[in-house]
């Protein structure tokens, strides 16, 4: 009898111990089931979004062709994108932010939430989506402020004293002048906004389309070189240095042989097509449409408030620590009240309404920040889906292995036809960094002032300059000279091609020099 109870118990004990195997394979495969079906829908909608972007770039590249503006498709990328991107929140919060997902679940035990899908969207608006919202706007809320500075000093004649300079008929001078006042004035404010208010004034000096379409080329290339030189110039400077990428001296450092090379070389060589003599029309003090401009002296101090305003915002920033638009903004504010002072009769006879700034320029001002936005937006969505790391991994980059030069080369290359601040900004995204970055100063390329940045910095820059339509910029011009593609490659496309290589020689060189002055100093 006791040997038939052991054996019923033997016989229940192995039963159980099987129940529980198959239980535990059960779930095993159950889990198993649940993330292959994760990765697949995570898989198929990542290579939705990243084609609605990559369509996006290709509409961008060909805009001369599809009439479609660029910001429109920029804007429709990032709100399409993220909308996908939060429709699948569960999904990429789980491969992508698990960890912040558990702790923002369990900050408050006593916290009781009614939906999983309610807390994950919740979660992406918050620590997902609003710091990239909050880095775009820095970038916006620092290009309204400068392109309002340069609308206010404009419109009060601060800038009359160019076309003053221009009072030559020799072609060489002009171009010249033209090119040097371009570039300075293009690293302190956006290149945009001193392209097209050189044209505007080159517009009202040359007659001849043809002699325009060389002068206006030229201010195109001073813009870009100089604008990239320093961290307030351009979008992508501003983008670097507001991740804390790069400090402004060291970048301007860093770049200022590089810029001069690639703007002086293709600029000698336009000179030299030129002919010895420029037709002009007479140049006069413009009128601006009341009896009461301001004097010399008062236009010299509201260009010493905007301009030398903005050479200091750099050292607000290092004081501070504050984004440089909060420096930009008080800038405005200041320029402001002294323009409401100066003008304090044109204000009360309501005068300043007959004061405009081309028309050209406004819609290039809010083109240009919604344009900014929108990529910014789309390139966010695209990194949160994993595909930049995933990117990264496949090409075998890493701290080890940065291949800076060969980025460059590519973000140059792909530049020529795509919108610079969308490639640059594709390229600032493929190092996988913290979002908000407290980087130190190092050896690596990826750290601080590092090489990475300069190069796909200056690559990106380069290559807009080759055929013309890789900045915005540059259809600017176009547009307002009906000018080609094949026009611009063939008279300026290769110089610029031309400086840009011997400009991107100049900085490997340099980097050398230094890296081996280095290893010798240690």
Same mark, same amino acid.
């Given at each position: 009898?006791?040997?038939?109870?052991?054996?019923?118990?033997?016989?229940?004990?192995?039963?159980?111990?099987?129940?529980?195997?198959?239980?535990?394979?059960? *779930?095993?495969?159950?889990?198993?089931?649940?993330?292959?079906?994760?990765?697949?829908?995570?898989?198929?909608?990542?290579?939705?979004?990243?084609?609605?972007?990559?369509?996006?770039?290709?509409?961008?590249?060909?805009?001369?062709?599809?009439?479609?503006?660029?910001?429109?498709?920029?804007?429709?990328?990032?709100?399409?994108?993220?909308?996908?991107?939060?429709?699948?929140?569960?999904?990429?919060?789980?491969?992508?932010? #698990?960890?912040?997902?558990?702790?923002?679940?369990?900050?408050?035990?006593?916290?009781?939430?009614?939906?999983?899908?309610? #807390?994950?969207?919740?979660?992406?608006?918050?620590?997902?989506?609003?710091?990239?919202?909050?880095?775009?706007?820095?970038?916006?809320?620092?290009?309204?402020?400068?392109?309002?500075?340069?609308?206010?000093?404009?419109?009060?004649?601060?800038?009359?004293?160019?076309?003053?300079?221009?009072?030559?008929?020799?072609?060489?001078?002009?171009?010249?002048?033209? @090119?040097?006042?371009?570039?300075?004035?293009?690293?302190?404010?956006?290149?945009?906004?001193?392209?097209?208010?050189?044209?505007?004034?080159?517009?009202?000096?040359?007659?001849?389309?043809?002699?325009?379409?060389?002068?206006?080329?030229?201010?195109?290339?001073?813009?870009?070189?100089?604008?990239?030189?320093?961290?307030?110039?351009?979008?992508?400077?501003?983008?670097?240095?507001?991740?804390?990428?790069?400090?402004?001296?060291?970048?301007?450092?860093?770049?200022?042989?590089?810029?001069? #090379?690639?703007?002086?070389?293709?600029?000698?060589?336009?000179?030299?097509?030129?002919?010895?003599?420029?037709?002009?029309?007479?140049?006069?003090?413009?009128?601006?449409?009341?009896?009461?401009?301001?004097?010399?002296?008062?236009?010299?101090?509201?260009?010493?408030?905007?301009?030398?305003?903005?050479?200091?915002?750099?050292?607000?920033?290092?004081?501070?620590?504050?984004?440089?638009?909060?420096?930009?903004?008080?800038?405005? #504010?200041?320029?402001?009240?002294?323009?409401?002072?100066?003008?304090?009769?044109?204000?009360?006879?309501?005068?300043?309404?007959?004061?405009?700034?081309?028309?050209?320029?406004?819609?290039?001002?809010?083109?240009?920040?919604?344009?900014?936005?929108?990529?910014?937006?789309?390139?966010?969505?695209?990194?949160?889906?994993?595909?930049?790391?995933?990117?990264?991994?496949?090409?075998?980059?890493?701290?080890?292995?940065?291949?800076?030069?060969?980025?460059?080369?590519? @973000?140059?290359?792909?530049?020529?036809?795509?919108?610079?601040? @969308?490639?640059?900004?594709?390229?600032?995204?493929?190092?996988?960094?913290?979002?908000?970055?407290?980087?130190?100063?190092?050896?690596?390329?990826?750290?601080?002032?590092?090489?990475?940045?300069?190069?796909?910095?200056?690559?990106?820059? @380069?290559?807009?300059?080759?055929?013309?339509?890789?900045?915005?910029?540059?259809?600017?011009?176009?547009?307002?000279?009906?000018? *080609?593609?094949?026009?611009?490659?063939?008279?300026?496309?290769?110089?610029?091609?031309?400086?840009?290589?011997?400009?991107?020689?100049?900085?490997?060189?340099?980097?050398?020099?230094?890296?081996?002055?280095?290893?010798?100093?240690?």
């Amino acid at each position: 009898m006791w040997q038939k109870y052991n054996k019923i118990l033997v016989n229940y004990y192995f039963s159980v111990k099987t129940g529980k195997k198959i239980h535990s394979i059960c *779930r095993y495969i159950e889990n198993n089931c649940y993330l292959c079906v994760r990765n697949v829908k995570i898989i198929v909608m990542t290579l939705v979004i990243v084609g609605i972007f990559l369509i996006g770039c290709l509409l961008i590249a060909t805009e001369n062709i599809t009439k479609v503006n660029r910001a429109a498709v920029a804007i429709f990328a990032g709100t399409v994108g993220w909308v996908l991107y939060i429709c699948f929140g569960m999904d990429f919060v789980t491969s992508q932010h #698990a960890y912040e997902f558990s702790n923002y679940l369990h900050a408050d035990e006593w916290n009781i939430i009614p939906d999983n899908s309610v #807390a994950v969207k919740n979660f992406i608006s918050r620590f997902v989506f609003l710091p990239y919202v909050g880095r775009a706007a820095e970038i916006v809320l620092f290009l309204l402020s400068t392109m309002t500075i340069v609308e206010i000093l404009n419109n009060n004649g601060c800038f009359d004293f160019i076309s003053q300079l221009l009072r030559t008929r020799k072609s060489k001078k002009m171009l010249w002048t033209l @090119a040097i006042v371009t570039f300075i004035i293009s690293a302190n404010l956006d290149n945009l906004t001193t392209t097209v208010m050189m044209l505007t004034i080159m517009h009202g000096i040359i007659p001849s389309r043809r002699q325009r379409m060389f002068y206006g080329s030229a201010i195109l290339l001073a813009a870009n070189c100089g604008g990239a030189l320093t961290v307030i110039g351009n979008p992508e400077g501003l983008v670097l240095w507001n991740g804390g990428l790069v400090t402004a001296t060291a970048f301007s450092m860093a770049l200022f042989l590089p810029c001069l #090379a690639a703007w002086l070389i293709p600029t000698y060589m336009i000179s030299r097509q030129l002919p010895e003599r420029v037709e002009t029309e007479w140049i006069v003090m413009p009128y601006r449409g009341d009896d009461t401009r301001l004097n010399v002296w008062q236009r010299l101090v509201m260009l010493f408030v905007g301009i030398g305003g903005l050479w200091f915002i750099p050292t607000f920033h290092n004081i501070t620590k504050l984004s440089p638009f909060l420096g930009a903004l008080c800038v405005l #504010a200041i320029l402001w009240v002294v323009n409401e002072i100066f003008n304090r009769k044109l204000m009360n006879m309501d005068a300043m309404v007959d004061r405009r700034t081309p028309r050209v320029l406004q819609y290039g001002v809010i083109q240009m920040i919604l344009f900014v936005m929108g990529i910014m937006m789309a390139v966010a969505v695209v990194k949160e889906t994993g595909a930049f790391n995933a990117l990264t991994e496949y090409l075998g980059v890493d701290e080890q292995n940065p291949s800076v030069w060969t980025h460059g080369v590519v @973000a140059g290359v792909i530049s020529t036809v795509l919108d610079n601040f @969308a490639t640059a900004i594709n390229f600032f995204s493929l190092p996988d960094l913290p979002l908000q970055n407290e980087l130190l100063e190092g050896t690596t390329d990826y750290s601080c002032n590092g090489l990475y940045w300069q190069v796909i910095a200056y690559c990106v820059m @380069a290559g807009g300059n080759v055929l013309g339509i890789g900045t915005v910029s540059g259809l600017a011009l176009m547009k307002m000279e009906r000018m *080609r593609i094949t026009w611009f490659f063939r008279n300026i496309g290769w110089k610029a091609l031309l400086g840009g290589i011997i400009g991107l020689a100049i900085l490997w060189l340099s980097h050398n020099l230094v890296s081996g002055a280095t290893c010798l100093l240690i």
